[in-house]
T-cell receptor
Framework: GAVVSQHPSRVICKSGTSVKIECRSL??????MFWYRQFPKQSLMLMAT?????????EQGVEKDKFLINHASLTLSTLTVTSAHPEDSSFYIC??????????????FGNGTRLTVT | QKEVEQDPGPLSVPEGAIVSLNCTYS??????FMWYRQYSRKGPELLMY????GNKEDGRFTAQVDKSSKYISLFIRDSQPSDSATYLC????????????FGKGTKLTVNP
């Protein structure tokens, strides 16, 4: 089955620094990947849609200059949290599907990255 | 009214019980319905994926979709302690630009 790998699983950083999170599709090409944020006991909130070879599409209220997304290849998307602050502490999850084959393929998720900003 | 409603629970059952998890929705354009299982501090894992109305069975899991009532269910037979997790329903309309809409998730505990 499809597998999505996300790294790192946990990261602790100081306020003001930047953190990069990687999302890879391991056995299929993903022209589109999605980045979610999840707060404790809450559902997933879509942050942005990452498109290979083009700019990401951000959801309303998500700062594109703070959450930089790069989808440089068909198997890799990165999310960089720039100048992180404690309020950015959260669980970030990426997902991908075989959209290039079937627009309605289900999404498969990475195991998430727990970001703590001190 | 939210697009997808899901009772957050928590739901606690004894081992071996049949578990019923449900979601209701308001958008009649939804065509694809999914159930995800999420363990603590992990990403969601796809359990079931169905299109339109009907039933789908996979081992101890059965997904039902009733589009006329805008109601979907996930049944877990012979529940096990390892089934303890949060279960998220998700759904989307037709087409690649349609976003996946999630329920808030139901936290399930199966007691040995």
């Amino acid at each position: 089955g499809a597998v999505v790998s996300q790294h790192p699983s946990r990261v602790i950083c100081k306020s003001g620094t930047s953190v990069k999170i990687e999302c890879r599709s391991l056995d299929f090409q993903a022209t589109t990947m999605f980045w979610y944020r999840q707060f404790p006991k809450q559902s997933l909130m879509l942050m942005a849609t990452s498109n290979e070879g083009s700019k990401a599409t951000y959801e309303q209220g998500v700062e594109k200059d703070k959450f930089l997304i790069n989808h440089a290849s068909l198997t890799l998307s990165t999310l960089t949290v720039t100048s992180a602050h404690p309020e950015d502490s959260s669980f970030y999850i990426c997902s991908a599907s075989r959209l290039s084959i079937n627009y309605n393929s289900p999404l498969h998720f990475g195991n998430g990255t727990r970001l703590t900003v001190t | 009214q939210k697009e997808v409603e899901q009772d957050p629970g928590p739901l606690s059952v004894p081992e071996g019980a049949i578990v019923s998890l449900n979601c209701t929705y308001s958008n009649s354009a939804f065509q694809y319905f999914m159930w995800y299982r999420q363990y603590s501090r992990k990403g969601p894992e796809l359990l079931m994926y169905t299109y339109s109305s009907g039933n789908k069975e996979d081992g101890r899991f059965t997904a039902q979709v009733d589009k006329s009532s805008k109601y979907i269910s996930l049944f877990i037979r012979d529940s096990q302690p390892s089934d303890s997790a949060t279960y998220l329903c998700a759904m989307k309309g037709q087409g690649g630009s349609e976003k996946l809409v999630f329920g808030k998730g139901t936290k399930l505990t199966v007691n040995p």
